[in-house]
């Protein structure tokens, strides 16, 4: 899991395939958040990682959500992205730039808001969202590996509409295991989905 040692909370990962400087990024989805997030920080003593708190869900579709308890969230680059190790050809190009777009406290409503952040984000830059791990495995571990789990996950992502990919990696020493990267149709199907869930 590439993501997971960066919050405590679940993380997803925008692929993009465009090349476009980080800089231009914010520069564009700043104004943006700043209409329902507040505050909406730079922190440059971590590298430039923008911060921020939703204030309003309503504008990425979470009408009556209250967003009081939730904790902050975090959008930073990718620097592993493209990887070496990461099989590419279920996509014309690979990506060319990779965002982290991070939840910085775990639990149910963190989810939801990261899915429906994550779903907003991918729309305005045109990216696919990286899971970071198999959707719907019970456990994200590499070393507990259980066919009957991972063919059960297979079909739950399969049972929804959009284009989702599985993309393969290296695990360091115990072989290959994928993530799913999928578009933005995908991901608003299993935003509706009874079991969503990110991975972490």
């Excluded at 959500?65 to 620097?79: M, N, Y």
């Excluded at 608003?188 to 079991?195: E, N, S, V």
Aim: hydrophobic letters at 45%; aromatic letters at 10%.
């Amino acid at each position: 899991m590439r993501f997971g040692g960066i919050v405590s909370g679940p993380a997803v990962g925008l692929w993009i395939f465009e090349p476009c400087a980080f800089e231009d990024i914010l520069a564009g989805v700043v104004p943006w958040l700043e209409t329902f997030c507040e505050p909406v920080e730079t922190e440059t003593e971590i590298g430039g990682d923008l911060a921020f708190r939703v204030r309003d869900a309503s504008p990425l579709g979470l009408q009556g959500f209250d967003s009081a308890g939730v904790g902050g969230f975090f959008l930073s680059e990718d620097e592993y992205l493209p990887a070496d190790d990461e099989d590419y050809s279920a996509f014309p190009t690979p990506p060319v730039q990779g965002l982290v777009l991070s939840a910085g406290c775990s639990g149910p409503e963190n989810h939801l808001l990261l899915g429906h952040l994550a779903l907003a984000m991918a729309r305005r830059l045109g990216a696919l969202v990286d899971f970071d791990g198999v959707l719907g495995y019970p456990t994200p571990r590499d070393e507990t590996r259980n066919e009957a789990d991972l063919a059960e996950a297979r079909a739950l992502v399969a049972s929804l509409p959009g284009k989702v990919a599985e993309v393969s990696y290296d695990t360091g020493g115990v072989g290959r295991w994928f993530r799913h990267v999928g578009d933005v149709d995908f991901m608003a199907a299993w935003l509706r989905h009874p079991d969503f869930h990110l991975v972490k």
